[in-house]
């Protein structure tokens, strides 16, 4: 599931995505459409940033301060110019960081993600995502994470992200990878 390139020491997105993170997107959305769920949705500049969504996290000894949560987003840029994303951070958690998966099945951080121009970058299940540690709180379905993501060219942007149920999150996961 190696979706990702190397390129001038950034990772940059690659045009063939797996067939199980599209899935597992696409579902991810009708089931936030189908559920009465809105997804939040910003525009900045040249750049949206759409169906930004978290499953809720799983709170290790009910202390939030233990916990990570995972957000997936489509970041378009309308633009004739590339931009980067080269932060994430959020003032409900200790740290934010991208994430990409790597060739061996892990997941290990990453310095910044290419946007190029006209075309949409998907954070998704089982690829690449923003993962945030140290929440300050117990967050669940139902709430906003507040994220502000940097970004080369068009500097910070204030975003929030739907947090869905994990239950519902997980099963549909499960319904992805039996496709």
Same mark, same amino acid.
């Given at each position: 599931?190696?979706?990702?390139?190397? !390129?001038?020491?950034? +990772?940059?997105?690659?045009?063939?995505?797996?067939?199980?993170?599209? #899935?597992?997107?696409?579902?991810?959305?009708? +089931?936030?459409?189908? @559920?009465?769920?809105?997804?939040?949705?910003?525009?900045?500049?040249?750049?949206?940033?759409?169906?930004? #969504?978290?499953?809720?996290?799983?709170?290790? !000894? @009910?202390?939030?301060?233990?916990?990570?949560?995972?957000?997936?987003?489509? /970041?378009?840029?309308?633009?004739? +110019?590339?931009?980067?994303?080269?932060?994430?951070?959020?003032?409900?958690?200790? !740290?934010?960081? +991208?994430?990409?998966?790597?060739? @061996?099945?892990?997941?290990?951080?990453?310095?910044?993600?290419?946007?190029?121009?006209? &075309?949409?970058?998907?954070?998704?299940?089982?690829?690449?995502?923003?993962?945030?540690?140290?929440? !300050?709180?117990?967050?669940?379905?139902?709430?906003? /994470?507040?994220?502000?993501?940097?970004?080369?060219?068009?500097?910070? #942007?204030?975003?929030?992200?739907? #947090?869905?149920?994990?239950?519902?999150? &997980?099963?549909?996961?499960?319904?992805? &990878?039996?496709?």
């Amino acid at each position: 599931m190696d979706c990702w390139r190397a !390129s001038t020491g950034r +990772l940059a997105p690659s045009r063939s995505r797996p067939m199980g993170s599209r #899935v597992a997107f696409s579902l991810l959305v009708l +089931l936030a459409a189908c @559920g009465g769920i809105k997804l939040p949705s910003t525009e900045a500049g040249s750049l949206t940033i759409r169906r930004i #969504v978290s499953p809720e996290p799983i709170i290790p !000894s @009910g202390k939030p301060e233990n916990a990570s949560m995972a957000v997936y987003l489509e /970041l378009v840029n309308r633009g004739d +110019l590339p931009d980067t994303l080269v932060g994430v951070s959020s003032a409900m958690a200790r !740290s934010g960081m +991208l994430h990409g998966s790597m060739s @061996g099945g892990g997941m290990a951080a990453m310095m910044a993600l290419v946007v190029p121009p006209h &075309d949409t970058v998907r954070l998704a299940p089982g690829g690449t995502h923003l993962m945030f540690e140290g929440l !300050s709180r117990v967050i669940e379905a139902g709430d906003n /994470l507040p994220i502000v993501l940097r970004f080369a060219n068009q500097g910070e #942007v204030a975003v929030l992200s739907r #947090v869905v149920s994990y239950t519902q999150f &997980d099963a549909l996961r499960g319904k992805a &990878d039996s496709h």
